[in-house]
């Protein structure tokens, strides 16, 4: 059974830092992986979204890489900001067909101006 | 595009009411979920749909019903609702042909059930 694990589950960092979110799962054979954003309150919105085949991408201050083989990803934010302060989830889906994302418990993110 | 819509954004129902949660998407995507979101248990999948007519089971689906009459739409219905369905309820959708399979996820329903 596919799991999925984000450490830390809340991270507080000051305005201006680097930062890395981590993201491991269990099983090596997925499909893709996703990193979504939830602000409190509200619905998932997509950041970046890995195949398989990829080892990284990149949307503007954000990069998510993917190494398969170890069942990590992690998302680095550049150059943090307090607009950035907000649970970061990341999903995996086990093959083409498959409907199910299997979710992280997320990390908590707090940008302190 | 308006992406993925839900309907309402909040409800209280008292135990053993039926109502349902309504999702719709303008993407044309093919496939469509729901799933609830609970503290300490992330996100699980109840229903889904590969397209007009096909639903299938995820994970967690007793009590809930699903219908695909339309690529559009896909309600999620719940039956008799209890407490433990007390929850906050997500539609996504994505498309079927090949390539990324990004999933778009709605704004969410929160439903307690008392």
């Known amino acids: 059974k596919q799991e999925v694990t984000q450490i830390p589950a809340a991270l507080s960092v000051p305005e201006g830092e680097n930062l890395v979110l981590n993201c491991s799962f269990t099983?090596?054979?997925?499909?893709?992986l996703q990193w979504f954003r939830q602000d409190p309150g509200k619905g998932l919105t997509s950041l970046l979204l890995i195949q398989s085949s990829q080892r990284e991408q990149t949307s503007g201050r954000l990069n998510a890489s993917l190494d398969k083989s170890s069942g990590r990803s992690t998302l680095y934010i550049a150059a943090s900001q307090p607009g950035d302060s907000a649970t970061y989830l990341c999903?995996?889906?086990?093959?083409?067909?498959?409907?199910?994302?299997?979710f992280g418990q997320g990390t908590r993110l707090t940008i302190n101006p | 595009n308006a992406g993925v819509t839900q309907t309402p954004k909040f409800q209280v129902l008292k135990t053993g009411q039926s109502m349902t949660l309504q999702c719709a998407q303008d993407m044309n995507h093919e496939y469509m979920s729901w799933y609830r979101q609970d503290p300490g248990m992330g996100l699980r999948l109840i229903h889904y749909?590969?397209?007009?007519?096909?639903?299938d089971q995820g994970e967690v689906p007793n009590g809930y019903n699903v219908s695909r009459s339309t690529t559009e739409d896909f309600p999620l219905r719940l039956l008799s609702a209890a407490p433990s369905q007390t929850s906050v309820y997500f539609c996504?959708?994505?498309?079927?042909?090949?390539?990324?399979?990004?999933?778009?996820f709605g704004p969410g329903t929160r439903l307690t059930v008392t």
């Open positions: 099983d090596s054979a997925i499909y893709n």
């Open positions: 749909s590969v397209g007009a007519g096909i639903t």
């Open positions: 996504a959708s994505s498309y079927s042909g090949t390539g990324g399979r990004e999933q778009y």
């Open positions: 999903a995996v889906r086990r093959g083409q067909g498959a409907q199910k994302l299997v």
